[in-house]
């Protein structure tokens, strides 16, 4: 009996691959999922118009580091460092508690059943359709992780100081072309970034004492003004002109040497990258085609780790306490 509980466990936890994504996953265990997920993301536009660019975000944050599984939601525990207060996570993710708000929703009406990992990727569309990107069809079926690592985030994010190269070999890992690269990127199109993130290129690039030369002379001006030295650098400035619109002024902005962070501008600056950016600032209709196509590369990403649904996207699901001892064996029994 007891064998065949952990059997039984063991399916419960057993991973998803790509292959088992698919539209309308929730078509039958609960089918007002998404229109569940849209009526949230609604009213956190409404109460914060960049919230919603903050959860986008999660999308990117949380498929790079081991798939998308939700494990950058996970708050620390004792005995784990989660991914929160990784480099390029500590005081600029937010927005967490509306995932909070979708996941509540989502248990009231189908309790156990939507995946924090597919919330992520919902919500991140939604912000999109919202602000006046395209709209699309997400694959759902994702698993939720059972740990997170700070390091695993930390190594692998990067820097706002990346160039065009770093990134193309970043995303080339992920099997993420230049044109994948350049689209997404395009997210920078809603949100904001901080004066922390840009304090390098406006008076030290690459420690030569000097602003980076790629910026334009009179927004260089604006940002010094946003910016000065002595600035709290929790201070934030707009990542495109039109902040809360999605569409394809980050990249016109990026033509003009108004790029707020460097890697944003790089993509400009360097060969491999820059007719992409000419290109989609010339034709929205393409930016939103390559966006979403990479959105869903993206979302495919996945963990090969055990997984769940959670029921609070910020930890993992209590466990009976023979379960954990028994978790060598569970991974033995994997080979069923
Ligand atoms: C290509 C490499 C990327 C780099 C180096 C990068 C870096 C950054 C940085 C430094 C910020 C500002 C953080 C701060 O100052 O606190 C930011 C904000 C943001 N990023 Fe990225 N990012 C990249 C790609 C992406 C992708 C692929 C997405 C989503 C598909 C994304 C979505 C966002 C959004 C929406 C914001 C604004 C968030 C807010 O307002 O809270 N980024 N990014
Ligand atoms: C991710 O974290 C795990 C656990 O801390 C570690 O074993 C693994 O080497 C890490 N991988 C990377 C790429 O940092
Ligand atoms: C891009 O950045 C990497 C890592 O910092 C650096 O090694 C490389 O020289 C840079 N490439 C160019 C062309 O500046
Ligand atoms: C990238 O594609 C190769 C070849 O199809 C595959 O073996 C590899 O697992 C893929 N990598 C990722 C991260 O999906
Ligand atoms: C600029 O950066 C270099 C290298 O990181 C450093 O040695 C130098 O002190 C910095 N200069 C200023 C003015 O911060
Ligand atoms: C930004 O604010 C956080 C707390 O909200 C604080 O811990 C941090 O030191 C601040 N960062 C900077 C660069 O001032």
Known sequence: ?????????NILLLTSSSSDLRPGFYSNTCPN???????????????????VA????????????????????????????GEKLALSNINSLRSFEVIDEVKEALEKACPGVVSC???????????????????????????????????NSSNIMPSPRSNATTLINLFQKYNL????????????????????????????????????????????????????????????????????IFDNQYFKDLVAGRGFLNSDQTLFT??????????????????????????????DLQSDRPGEVRRNCRVVNPRPAHFLSEHKMQNNDKSM
């Not at 999922?33 to 919230?51: F, G, N, Q, T």
């Not at 986008?56 to 525990?77: E, I, K, P, W, Y």
């Not at 991140?124 to 919202?130: F, K, N, P, T």
């Not at 970034?193 to 030369?213: A, E, H, T, V």
Request: hydrophobic content about 40%; proline content about 5%.
């Open 54 to 81: 903050s959860i986008m975000r999660f999308q990117f944050h949380d498929c790079f580091v081991n798939g998308c599984d939700a494990s950058m939601l996970l708050d620390d525990t004792p005995s784990m460092l």
């Open 117 to 151: 990992a597919d919330i992520i990727i919902m919500a991140s569309r939604d912000a999109v359709a919202l602000t006046g990107g395209p709209n699309w069809e997400v694959r759902l079926g994702r698993l939720d992780s059972l740990t997170a690592s700070q390091d």
């Open 270 to 299: 360097f060969p491999q990258t820059r007719e992409f950016v000419s290109f989609y600032s010339r034709d929205q209709t393409e930016f939103f085609k390559a966006f979403v196509e990479g959105m869903l590369k993206m979302g």
């Open 177 to 244: 072309s230049v044109k994948d690269l350049v689209a997404l990127s395009g997210s920078h199109s809603i949100g904001k970034g901080r004066c922390f993130s840009i304090m390098f290129r406006l008076y030290n690039q690459s420690g030569s004492g000097k602003p980076d030369p790629a910026i334009d002379p009179g927004f260089r001006n604006e940002l010094n003004k946003l910016c000065p030295l002595d600035v709290d650098q929790n201070v934030t400035g707009n990542l495109d002109s039109t902040p809360v």
């Open 1 to 9: 009996m007891f064998l065949f509980l952990i059997f039984i466990i």
């Open 33 to 51: 999922a998404e229109i569940i997920v849209r009526d949230v993301m609604k009213r956190a536009l409404i109460r914060e118009p960049r919230s």
